[in-house]
């Protein structure tokens, strides 16, 4: 097979820091064993997220230089208007500082006390908005996406059954609209095929439930069709980008991800009444509804990389690097959810670390021992994130106990891949040697980000 090479070439650099082992470990200890808590200045390869940490093209940092920073009616405010409209196909847009912001105006306009809001799986943020606004979250994903093991091409499809089971006991008046994320985060970036965006969206329209995308990473979620699903391979990524929002009446986005951009996101749709309702809002939280958060270069560099990101070469070259890193941990044994979804790499900490118990934590004990190994920062995924049962204040066990390698858009080359790799290898051939923690401080909310470990 005939190897290909980024897309690009690399016009500025941006020097990282390699500090030794003994300073990586002071590093450590003074974050109290969290990734989250480690100085940028300390990591030298950084698979935090993949948020707002794109590398932009120079066609983005020359439209920088164009922003318009009118307080109304900015030119930029329209060249963003006019790019979602051309690439994603909706009506009327709300620009937002970003993806939750997006997500607050849209629970705040449709849910009702007592509501229910299906999902597949869900996202911290969008379920918090709908959960603040009086609705229940219902995960209605097939079962597939809980088994780290399965190799279903689609694990993020909406499971038809318990959707219907849930109109039935519910009833449809009480589901303001359905919320479908194309790709699935916390599924392990497992995308949604066209046939069953298709099916849910008919599903829905004959109960008059709306279908409300979290578009956050759709472009990754369409190469997934071009790749997967029957009659898509001669298609273009743009072409099945705008089928797919067809199946739906509007989204929230996160444009710190298929966006290209560091900072923004907007609200989309194609109802007149729900967007005046939206232009209302939108100045209490956000700003005027021609900027929603955003400067006007901001919304330049959005504008434009709303048109990169859908260039077939990009994003197979994209998609093609996550699965560079995870096929070569496939080949020499290690664990990771399987098969390799669009924005990460999953390790699969119950069975890199069999020895530990998932109450001393081995999620957040392999991402600490692989930033001491080789200054490269993860994220855990696991019990730690699942926080606490609020009434019996037991830890939540999740199945699925995992460190995600997230791997940021035009910024790392296969040597870094490469570097990570080499280290998990090592790591998992000294495994035993890696012990479990225990938690020494617990914030009382989202305790992922500011809690503090110590080697048990
Ligand atoms: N939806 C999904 C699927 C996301 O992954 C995120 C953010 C959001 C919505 C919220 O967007 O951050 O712009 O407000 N995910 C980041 C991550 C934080 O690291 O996975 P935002």
Redesign the pocket.
């Known amino acids: 097979k005939r190897r290909t090479a980024e897309p690009y070439r690399i016009k500025a650099v941006e020097p990282l820091t390699i500090l030794t082992y003994e300073e990586r470990m002071e590093a450590l200890k003074r974050a109290g064993y969290n990734t989250f808590l480690i100085d940028s200045e300390d990591v030298y390869i950084d698979l935090?997220?993949?948020?707002?940490t794109s590398a932009m093209s120079d066609k983005q940092w020359a439209a920088i230089m164009m922003g318009d920073e009118a307080y109304a009616g900015s030119r930029s405010w329209k060249r963003l208007e006019q790019a979602v409209r051309d690439v994603y196909g909706f009506r009327y847009i709300i620009p937002t500082?970003?993806?939750?912001?997006?997500?607050n105006i849209l629970s705040q306009l449709k849910i009702q006390d007592g509501d229910y809001v299906p999902g597949n799986m869900y996202?911290?943020?969008?379920r918090a908005h709908q959960e603040l606004n009086g609705a229940a979250f219902v995960d209605v994903i097939i079962d597939e996406a809980h088994d780290s093991c399965s190799e279903y091409p689609f694990k993020g499809n909406i499971d038809i059954l318990k959707l219907h089971n849930l109109i039935d006991e519910v009833g449809s008046e009480r589901i303001p609209y359905l919320c479908l994320?194309v790709?699935?985060?916390?599924a392990g970036g497992q995308p949604v095929s066209m046939e069953n965006m298709r099916e849910v969206y008919r599903i829905c329209r004959n109960y008059g439930i709306e279908v409300m995308f979290?578009a956050?990473?759709c472009v990754e979620n369409a190469y997934f069709i071009k790749e997967r699903e029957e009659g898509y391979s001669t298609k273009s990524i743009a072409a099945i980008l705008k089928e797919m929002f067809s199946y739906s009446d509007g989204c929230?986005?996160?444009?710190?991800?298929d966006c290209l951009v560091n900072?923004?996101?907007f609200l989309a749709m194609n109802d007149e009444e729900l967007y005046t309702r939206a232009r209302e809002l939108v100045v209490v939280y956000e700003g005027m509804p021609s900027y929603g958060g955003m400067a006007g270069r901001d919304m330049e560099a959005m504008a434009q990389g709303i048109y990169e990101a859908i260039d077939d070469h990009y994003i197979e070259h994209r998609i093609h690097q996550v699965r560079y890193l995870g096929d070569q941990l496939i080949e020499t044994g290690i664990p990771i959810v399987r098969p390799i979804g669009g924005?990460a790499v999953f390790l699969d900490a119950r069975a890199f670390l069999p020895h530990l118990k998932q109450e001393d934590f081995p999620a957040q004990a392999l991402a600490a021992a692989l930033y001491l190994d080789a200054g490269v920062r993860s994220?855990e995924r696991g019990i730690v994130s699942a926080g606490r049962n609020k009434v019996t204040g037991k830890h939540n066990q999740p199945k699925l106990e995992l460190v995600?390698l997230?791997i940021p858009r035009r910024v790392y080359t296969n040597n870094h891949m490469d570097v990570v790799a080499d280290s998990i290898l090592s790591l998992y051939q000294k495994k035993d040697q890696i012990c479990g923690f225990q938690m020494v401080y617990e914030p009382p909310t989202l305790r992922f980000f500011n809690a503090r470990f110590s080697p048990l």
């Open positions: 935090l997220t993949d948020s707002g500082h970003q993806g939750r912001g997006a997500e996202f911290t943020t969008t994320a790709t699935v985060n916390l979290d956050t990473r929230t986005m996160s444009g710190k991800k900072i923004g996101g924005h994220m995600r997230t």
